[in-house]
């Protein structure tokens, strides 16, 4: 047949990712993945450099998404799938573009871990994420704030004629345009993907990229790639090179033969062909290859451990198998940022398919014969010659302009191709995308102010990139104004001057909540705890005198209220105010306290007030914290505060020896 690219719908059981955390990102989430570079002399220069440059100060401008459940109801969910005779890809275009699964017809063999629900997790760099099939990051060090996002989809007209899907967005933490065509040409086994990254604008910008592909898991399951050395990353944030395959008394390419999660960025010669795969015990699985401008390559491991194999079960529904993560990526290592000059790009060509090899000698003890025969049989199905020409083909029309389109991403790319007059061809970021959240800041580009506020809504999102915050400084001073101005002063790291301007602002503000709590952020960073507790308490003060109009209801108003009170308790138990935190506490509605999030607040409330019983009682009822973040421990020192008894398996989600 010749390939097809049609729209289905797809049921899942799904829990819905509800409203965005209205309040600003002044600091970024909790990113495991990070190391300490000052003083070492073992890692390479290049990789020294990239890990310490320009790493996030703040998350700005985009929104935590921290508003999800865990109640699953069957949910219609829109696809683009694509389909020859041999391969069917299966894509979601409203959640990051991820590729939920890859069918190889002739076999009958699902070639990714297929997760059989969609349950938000946290994460991704501003929270929600969910598990399985192929996404595709880009921003910076960790799960794009786009996984669960909708992207750009429409046909192009393929290399052979055929149709091409292609996917795009405006990557917003680092204002970068990129592009992912999906081309599976006729009787292929192999589903290229084309990437391309461009900078638009005049200064040199730090880019990252990873390809993570989840492919299915068991004690068979071996993973192997063209190194005999890695960097191990382990969640007690310690990076050294180890060798491949054993290590430590254990081959590590076996995933459930290590205990804790783990990465393992494989050092890859720099004139070896690029690839990485996953066989089971048949020696059948998927490989995935690329052109040399992907140098990365990594095995992502849960283990065998009973945090790992906790956070399996937490991201699906019981009984489903485990999986583990093989990627590829800009940089030996996810600790890095590249850089990409002004005007430039970086474009490379990623195939996906099936891989069958000598289960013996991939599975044997010579590591150097399993790699070989697992090249061997790749370059026999796809020759490395192949992908390079095929990568030429795709590039040569990387700048086709879509015919019909398949579904819409956000409005911000058509805001700032229109500000800065950039040039795209091939993905279009048309003025008919510009929605609500687009408006005020439009406005502020044609006129030169910011309008007036909506009645009855919490602030909308701000922009931080140099030319807003220039316009904003011209405008006049109203306080919201001067609270996005704050914003955006903040992110460029003038932080004295977002100070400035937030207190600026409060002086005339008949709504003082916004100003007050980034002003509380501003004393946290600073060291300034009990001013910060008292402007937290003065700022969720203002917020209960808003509610009391009766227009604010809904749910903005709902994540505004929950999420001012996280924090302000948060801020007054840090302090050893526990009688003013509980009556943050007494305020909240029973919905918003029946969170398993506020369970655990309320837990560490009693245990503040010296109610050790009461506290306790709260983990013997059984509570879930729906965004519990990737590596937190405060299940564990939460409890560790009320009893010497073991962590009960419930709540046992450490990633580390020792957490």
Known sequence: M???VRRAVLTLPAAPLGPENPLPALRPLDEMHTVETEGRDDLPHDMARQV???????????????????????????????????????????????????????????????????????????????????EWNIGATGHTTLSCAPLHAALVTAPDGGEMLRLWEWERLRDLPFQVDLWLPEDSDFLYVGV?????????????????????????????????????????????????????????????????????????????????????????????????????????????????????????????????????????????????EAGAEFSWLEAYGPLAAEPSTVHGDDWAAARTEAESRLEAVLPRARVEAAYEAWYACADREPHET??????WGA???????????????????????????????????FPAPRPATPPGPSLVGRHWRDMLETAAADP????????????????????????????????????????AVADQCDGHGERAADRYAEAFDDLCNDLGDERRDGQAWTAV???????????????????????????????????????????RLL??????????????????VADLREGAEVLNDTWSSLTDEPLPAAYEYRMRPGG
Request: charged fraction near 25%; glycine fraction near 10%.
């Open 196 to 340: 391309r990254v461009r900078n638009p604008h005049e200064q040199t910008v730090p880019t990252y990229w990873w390809s993570n592909i989840a492919v299915p898991e068991d004690e068979t399951t071996r993973i192997l790639a063209p190194a005999d050395e890695a960097w191990h990353f382990g969640y007690e944030r310690s990076l050294r090179r180890v060798p491949v395959p054993d290590w430590e008394g254990a081959d590590r390419t076996y995933p459930l033969r290590s205990e804790y999660p783990a990465d393992y960025f494989y050092e890859v010669p720099p004139e070896a062909r690029k690839w990485i795969t996953s066989l089971d015990a048949t020696g059948q699985g998927l490989v995935q290859t690329s052109t040399d401008q992907l140098r990365g390559r990594k095995l992502f491991l849960w283990g065998s451990g009973t945090g790992g194999r906790r956070w399996q079960q937490w991201l699906t529904q019981p009984d489903t198998p485990g999986y583990a993560e093989i990627q590829a990526g800009l940089a030996r290592t996810q600790l890095e940022h590249v850089r990409l």
């Open 52 to 134: 310490g440059y320009e790493p996030l100060r703040t998350l700005l401008p985009v929104r935590v998404l921290d508003g999800y459940g865990r109640e699953r109801t069957p949910t219609g969910i829109d696809t683009i799938v694509i389909e020859n005779d041999r391969l069917r890809a299966t894509v979601l275009p409203g959640l990051g573009g991820r590729i939920h699964s890859l069918f190889h017809k002739p076999t009958g063999r699902e070639l990714l871990y297929r997760n059989p629900v969609l349950q938000p997790a946290d994460f991704a760099l501003n929270g929600a994420w969910f598990s399985g099939g192929i």
């Open 607 to 624: 245990l503040a007030e010296g109610d050790i019983g009461a506290a306790r009682a709260i983990f013997d009822t059984g509570f879930e």
């Open 2 to 4: 010749a390939t097809t």
């Open 415 to 449: 805001l700032e191709v229109l500000r800065g007059g950039h040039e795209l061809p091939g993905t279009p970021f048309d003025d008919s995308t510009l929605g609500d959240e687009q408006q005020p800041w439009l406005e502020l580009y044609h006129s030169g102010v």
């Open 406 to 411: 398949l579904a819409t991403g956000s409005g």
């Open 480 to 519: 919201l104004t001067e609270y996005h101005l704050g914003v955006a002063q903040w992110h460029e790291g003038d932080r004295a001057q977002a100070v400035r301007s937030w207190e600026r602002g409060l002086e005339p503000a008949l709504t003082r909540w916004p100003l007050l709590r980034c002003l």
């Open 561 to 603: 209220t929950a999420s001012l009170a996280r924090e302000t308790i948060d801020a007054l138990l840090a302090v050893g105010r526990a009688t003013d935190a509980r009556k943050v506490w007494c305020t909240l509605s029973p919905a918003i306290r029946a969170r398993g999030r506020f369970r655990l607040i309320e837990s």
